[in-house]
Structure formats: structure tokens, C-alpha cells
């Protein structure tokens, strides 16, 4: 089986997609299969850039176990070429992805996270920076649900 490398991508790179890095690669690790994933995100934006992850999600990341702890970055064009998905929290991260796309190859690699919810009727995954407690853990909830299925999905 190839290895699939995954990059997920929010608008600051701080909150959401950090959170996705971190969930996805415990369960990764979980299962011993890191020969098979590459794992890491990006920002549509660099508003953030060098900084660690927003200290909410660090928080509620760390209370279900996660290590949500990488150091956010700008999305480059070398980063469509070299992930294999593109995976956006909302439509304006996948209108942004399609503008950003250098060329047809890496228009076909940007998906919207929901096509791997199974537990939620929800479209997106909301910003919560400006939210509290229950948006920051329902943003994980989605997370969770979504990442379980992308390991799923990816063995199949
Ligand atoms: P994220 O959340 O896209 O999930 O990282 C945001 C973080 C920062 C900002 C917006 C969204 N901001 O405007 O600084």
C-alpha cells in the first residue's frame, strides 16, 4: 500500500487544522501506521505564522490526549504538489484552496473535510476563534469523527 500524504489546511492555521494534524497522527500512531500517512497543515493566511497553536485548542487538545503543538505556516505551492489530499474546514478554505491551486493536478487534491463526517450532519468545521469552551470541543468532536474515517477510508 503507498503512502498517503495529507495536509490539512484552515484560514489561520492555529485553531482547526492543527487539531486535525494532531488527532490524525495519534490515531496513525495509535495503529502503527506511519509507513502509510505523512501528516501536516497549513493556513490559507499567515496572520499567525511561527506562532504555536491558539492556547484554547492546546488546551482542550491535551485534556482528550492530544499534543496539539505544531507551529503554524502559510500554505506554499510546493505543498500542492507534494500532498497527495488538500483537506479544507469550510468553503471559503476550499474557494481559497481552488484560487491557490497552481494547476489541474492540484485542483483534483483539495477536498472539504465532511466528506468523512459519518457521525455529524454538519457541512464544515466552524472557525471557533472567537468561540468558547463548546465550540472549541465540538470542533474536535468533528475532528475526531472525520480523522477515524480518513485512516478508514485510506486503507480501503
Ligand atoms: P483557524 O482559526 O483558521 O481554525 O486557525 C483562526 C485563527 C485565527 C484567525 C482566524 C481563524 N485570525 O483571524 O487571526
Request: charged content about 30%; glycine content about 6%; overall charge neutral.
Amino acid at each position: 500500500m503507498k503512502m498517503k500524504k495529507i495536509l490539512f489546511v484552515c484560514l489561520g492555521n492555529i485553531c482547526r487544522s492543527p487539531a486535525a494534524e494532531a488527532i490524525m497522527k495519534k490515531k496513525v500512531e495509535a495503529r502503527q501506521l506511519e509507513h502509510l500517512f505523512e501528516i501536516d497543515s497549513a493556513g490559507i493566511m499567515n496572520y499567525h505564522g511561527g506562532e504555536l497553536p491558539d492556547d484554547r485548542m492546546r488546551k482542550y487538545g491535551s485534556l482528550r490526549g492530544y499534543k496539539v503543538d505544531s507551529i503554524a505556516r502559510q500554505i506554499t505551492k510546493e505543498d500542492f504538489e507534494y500532498f497527495d489530499i488538500i483537506i479544507g474546514m469550510d468553503n471559503q478554505n476550499i474557494a481559497d484552496l481552488k484560487r491557490k491551486a497552481p494547476n489541474k493536478e492540484a485542483l483534483k487534491k483539495i477536498q472539504k473535510i465532511d466528506v468523512y463526517f459519518t457521525k455529524h450532519d454538519f457541512t464544515f468545521v466552524p472557525d471557533p476563534y472567537y468561540g468558547n469552551e463548546k465550540d472549541f470541543n465540538f470542533v474536535l468532536d468533528l475532528l475526531e469523527d472525520a480523522c477515524e474515517n480518513i485512516v478508514n477510508q485510506h486503507l480501503q
